[in-house]
């Protein structure tokens, strides 16, 4: 097996138990959107790829043990013939791209880190981000929206994880990262998803107040 095909499989394997948004068709996305964002950008696409692809392996919403999960993903890509610095890069990445690391420091991406948190942005927006934040709101027991209960301005991480409605996290999350994209692909198509979000947002609520 090649070294795509490997992560390919290493990553339907840990993230087939996840019904919160985060399976293989994201990580697959992830890593179609990272490719094109990148195309002409001098950038090693070995990382690029296996960044997307295994960027949620490791994630506290999805392992219970991220630390060990991390240590595993290392010792995989060694495996695979990755260099040691082709892993530090990948690593560096994958444990600074998130929104919610985001939140409590300000943190610093390499390029190829920017592509592929832009990557990954783009899927929480646009009709997917739609669909898998209600998919996450429903895997998490909170409600579809609650008029009584307002979007939190989150500082840290275990706030952010608790979440509270499926609505709220457009606040909360969706609409401002469409404001923090780094590249000029992800930036144009970031707008034009938030564009279409708010349009959703302005029908549902017409639905949602018929009396
Ligand atoms: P990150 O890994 O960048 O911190 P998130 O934890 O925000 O990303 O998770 C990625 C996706 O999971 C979001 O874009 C959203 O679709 C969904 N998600 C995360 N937290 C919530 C929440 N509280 N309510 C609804 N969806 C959520
Ligand atoms: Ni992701």
Redesign the pocket.
Known sequence: MNKSAEIINYTKERLSHDF???GIDHAKRVAAMARRISEDMDVDQEVIFAAAYL??TV?D?VVSDPEAALKNLQDFLLEIDYTNHQVNEVVAIIEN???????SEKVNLSLAGQVV?DA??L???GAI?IM??????GN?G?PLHDPMIPPIDYTN?AD???????I??FY???LK?ADTMNTEIGKQEAQRRKRFMEDFLKEFYNEWDIS
């Open positions: 919160s948004g985060h960027h949620d994630d919403k791209m998130s929104f919610s690391k985001g939140l948190q990954d942005r899927d929480a927006l981000g898998r934040t209600a998919y996450f709101g998490h909170h991480k952010y994880r608790k979440g509270s409605t499926v709220n996290h909360e999350k969706l990262i």
